[in-house]
Nanobody
Framework: HVQLVESGGGSVQNGGSLRLSCAAS????????MGWFRQAPGKEREGVAQ????????YYADSVKGRFAISQDNIKNTVYLQMNILKSEDTAMYYC???????WGSGVYCYTDPLKYPVWGKGTQVTVS
């Protein structure tokens, strides 16, 4: 049974920090891409950060570069998103996802497009004010 469970969301002031966690279970062994995405009210879901887990290559949206960091703990089967210097525009539901492996030769290991990810958690709300 494949499951992704997010936690760590909450309300924080501008400039504050939060760390989101995504506990994964039941994923196939060849699940090489894990990602964080977000969706604000009235907006489309967008990519925030993705990681190619075999060598920890990372991808970030321009809007979060230098402020957010994706990481993994293989022993705990958990992926994290450290979010620093939070801004009001970071307010959204944050989702963990798995499986968006890009084809060999495409120039990237992982897709940043949420439509390419088949496995999703239920999300955790982040509110910055």
């Amino acid at each position: 049974h494949v499951q992704l469970v997010e936690s760590g969301g909450g309300s924080v002031q501008n400039g504050g920090s939060l760390r989101l966690s995504c506990a994964a279970s039941g994923l196939p062994e060849n699940t090489y891409c894990m990602g964080w995405f977000r969706q604000a009210p009235g907006k489309e879901r967008e990519g925030v950060a993705q990681m190619y887990t075999p060598d920890r290559t990372t991808y970030y949206a321009d809007s979060v570069k230098g402020r957010f960091a994706i990481s993994q703990d293989n022993i705990k089967n958990t992926v994290y998103l450290q979010m620093n210097i939070l801004k009001s525009e970071d307010t959204a539901m944050y989702y963990c996802s798995a499986g968006g492996r890009a084809p060999w030769g495409s120039g990237v290991y992982c897709y940043t497009d949420p439509l390419k990810y088949p496995v999703w958690g239920k999300g955790t709300q982040v509110t910055v004010s």
